[in-house]
């Protein structure tokens, strides 16, 4: 959502440093999600379709919060 806005002061407005900064937090948030992904799937011992799963739910818009709720909860905690 954030990242929309600041394409809209890129574009608009010709101020591209907000859409520089987020971008950037955007790109380093997400490379920071997938070492963990891996981290986590070799700690928790997870196949590779579940890490398949994990990684994709990464690139569908609010994915992760599904993925909290189906694929990462287990029964019993």
């Known amino acids: 959502m954030l990242l929309g806005f600041t394409m809209i002061l890129k574009y608009k407005y010709a101020m591209p440093q907000p859409n520089y900064i987020v971008g950037l937090a955007h790109g380093v948030l997400f490379v920071f999600y997938v070492v963990l992904l891996i981290q986590v799937s070799f700690l928790h011992k997870w196949s590779l379709l579940k890490m398949f ?16 709720k189906v694929l990462f909860r287990e029964i019993g905690m």
């Open 53 to 68: 799963w994990a990684f994709l739910a990464s690139l569908i818009p609010f994915g992760t919060f599904y993925a909290d």
